[in-house]
């Protein structure tokens, strides 16, 4: 079986990373000294310590099981020939020996040896390459890879852990780092509470015991509860569950959340670039007419262009538009094709007694100016595919001197209904909307002004951009077109050191290397598998509305989480504080840790509870460990303060400690 690396942690990894924690053994740790010298009253704390890693192990696994769910619906789906018979099972189900029929827009689930046709294959996931590979029979298939175009029977030699990007995934996984501040910022805060909290009990037990001379029971538990008041015990529960409940609340609207600190990436995010196809507009491409530009051909356009569709392999949703539009046309040899692919883009059959039909997009077919009715018809944001009839094509290059223009096929994709009101709403919200497209500027331009895009007039032809250029032309325009795969990385790369959390919304397999350059990857559950497995974050129903509801919901976990943060914070920052006191002046830490636990539960919990639920979508701007010492730090000051005084007044006798 061709077991795959799950996309959620496995109940095991659930269990150890909310019992085996640092902050749980320090606990732990105080709980035995508390036991050894019978202070059972003050051991109230290890049950809500007990009831926070329940909670928290059971929100994820809630969470898990929600995410498992929505994945088998965008698991990729493969046809294989297995024992004469064909199947469409999930790529988990193949196994070696099986035939694997591979074609554009697939990718390429096990290691495999090319038994019959021809492919392009974009292997950049893997060697980092982004130009296309020519597969022919008996060259090896690279699970990971990806099919731009073509056609191939191949069989599966590895399997599971056997694969080649299993094992570069196992080798990488040891170095993998998580793009998350949440839990960069909590690593923080246990390396710097570790620092203190070892040698300040120390201090604190050495003091009381020795200079002070307490008996063992009250050094043990004045000390315990200056431990327990710095650990802020609620804070990594507090992040995990608001995680999981935001990851909760958007499988709801199924939304597929495949890493758990995504929706965080997202809440960061001032910059989201789009598709057009699939994102602004609903994916359904139909040909509305066919406008001749040559009607000396020997044989009738249509009767060229059903045999030409006969015979290519190629069937993305375009091609399906075209089948659908003209009749087949069967019986017409075809001795040499070249298959369509997003770096060539055009496709070309050799038709015996016709010639070769080429088939592409107008800049590439078409040298100088285009004709004025294609035009005309790309300014109303309508999509135009060229077809011409040339003698020759050389090592899969075309000659756009050499092509005689027969038609001009016009197609029509219709904008989302709600595509308009989710570009206002992210206006409204600061992010940029950026459109990035393989299509013809300007009808990339008139398809994003009717979608209400601010600027969509400021749109650059990227063929003509050298990537030294990127840095200007991603601060001077909104709309970018004729974009090739690598151009999308360098465009989001260059965005992204101005400063900018980048989201890269896709469908395609030449969205791969963008997708996996920004700071939080979406894909449409109409797009291809190799971008549904890439992508952070599925839009199962591919509805471009719904990102109005991921933005939101991630900047309310974040938010509130910040917030939250805020109060249990100040706990930690004056028991250390009162620590320090406490140890200069040598008095007793002011608090018993059944207080302390009350504190927790009563003070910290509560309002943190509710805090967390609050609708809160406002734009992120701070960073979150120091927004939250910032929210804290006066009120733990102030405590620090009044604790100091009640001690002064002590001292001068005016306040007994009871």
């Not at 003050?42 to 929600?66: D, M, P, R, T, Y």
């Not at 392999?313 to 070249?338: L, S």
């Not at 013809?440 to 994003?448: E, G, R």
């Not at 974009?483 to 980048?502: E, F, I, N, Y």
Request: glycine share 6%; hydrophobic share 45%.
């Amino acid at each position: 079986m061709n077991a795959q690396e799950p996309i959620t942690k496995t109940t095991g990894q659930i269990l150890k990373d909310n019992i085996c924690t640092l902050f749980n053994l320090f606990n732990f740790l105080i709980a035995i000294a508390l036991a050894c010298v019978g202070a059972w009253t003050n051991l109230f704390f290890i049950l809500i310590i007990i009831l926070n890693v329940v909670i928290g192990i059971a929100q994820e696994l809630k969470a898990k099981k929600l995410v498992e769910e929505l994945s088998l619906l965008t698991m990729p789906m493969c046809d294989v020939i297995r024992r004469q018979q064909h199947l469409h099972i999930s790529i988990q189900e193949v196994e070696k020996g099986d035939i694997l029929l591979l074609e554009s827009g697939k990718q390429i689930c096990a290691d495999s040896t090319v038994l019959s046709g021809e492919l392009e294959v974009n292997e950049s996931l893997l060697t980092g390459e982004s130009d296309p590979v020519i597969k022919k029979p008996g060259d090896s298939l690279l699970s990971g890879s990806s099919v731009i175009s073509g056609k191939c029977q191949a069989e599966i030699i590895h399997v599971g852990d056997e694969n080649y990007a299993s094992q570069i995934a196992n080798e990488v996984k040891k170095l993998k780092q998580v793009n998350s501040e949440l839990l960069l910022s909590m690593r923080k805060v246990t390396r710097f509470t570790s620092w203190f909290i070892i040698p300040l009990g120390i201090l604190l037990f050495l003091e009381a015991f020795f200079l002070r001379g307490e008996i063992m029971y009250d050094a043990v538990v004045t000390t315990a509860a200056g431990l327990l008041g710095m650990l802020p015990k609620g804070l990594v529960l507090l992040i995990s569950i608001g995680l999981a409940a935001g990851i909760i609340r958007l499988s709801k609207q199924n939304v597929l959340v495949q890493d758990l600190y995504s929706l965080e990436n997202l809440a960061h995010v001032d910059v989201i670039c789009l598709d057009k196809t699939g994102t602004i507009t609903q994916g359904r491409m139909q040909v509305e007419e066919a406008i001749l530009l040559d009607s000396g051909t020997p044989v009738p356009f249509e009767t060229m262009m059903g045999a030409f569709l006969c015979n290519t392999d190629d069937n993305n949703a375009t091609f399906q538009a075209m089948k659908e539009y003209f009749q087949p046309v069967e019986g017409v040899e075809a001795p040499a094709k070249i298959p369509f692919s997003s770096e060539r883009k055009w496709s070309a059959v050799t038709l015996d007694g016709i010639g070769t039909l080429v088939v592409g997009a107008p800049e590439r077919l078409c040298k100088g100016k285009l004709p004025d009715v294609v035009t005309k018809v790309m300014k109303e944001g309508k999509r135009v595919l060229l077809a011409g009839l040339t003698d020759v094509i050389e090592d899969k290059t075309l000659d756009p001197e050499r092509i005689r223009l027969v038609a001009a096929i016009v197609i029509t994709d219709p904008l989302r209904e709600n595509a308009a009101s989710a570009i206002t709403y992210f206006r409204n919200q600061g992010v940029a909307v950026k459109v990035i497209s393989g299509d013809n500027p300007v009808m990339v331009s008139a398809v994003a002004k009717q979608a209400g895009i601010e600027h969509a007039e400021n749109y650059v032809d990227m063929s003509m951009i050298h990537p030294e250029d990127m840095d200007r032309v991603v601060q001077e325009y909104t709309v970018f077109g004729r974009v090739s795969p690598q151009q999308k990385k360098l465009l989001v790369t260059a965005m992204q050191k101005q400063g900018h959390r980048v989201a890269m919304t896709g469908d395609g397999v030449n969205d791969l290397l963008a997708m996996k350059q920004a700071d939080c990857s979406i894909a449409v559950g109409q797009g291809s598998d190799a971008a549904k497995q890439t992508a952070q974050l599925v839009l199962i129903d591919s509805d471009f509305s719904v990102l109005r509801s991921v933005l939101a919901e991630g900047r309310r976990v974040v938010n509130n989480i910040t917030k939250s943060a805020g109060v249990f914070f100040i706990k930690t920052i004056y028991s250390v504080l009162l620590c320090l006191v406490c140890i200069i002046l040598n008095m007793d830490f002011p608090f018993l840790p059944i207080q302390i636990t009350l504190i927790d539960l009563v003070i910290e919990g509560y309002p943190a509870f509710f805090i967390s639920f609050e609708p809160n979508d406002k734009r992120i701007t701070g960073r979150f460990l120091p927004t939250a010492l910032r929210l804290a730090a006066p009120n733990a000051i102030v405590i620090t303060l009044s604790c100091i005084a009640v001690f002064l007044l002590n001292w001068l006798g005016a306040m007994p400690l009871a």
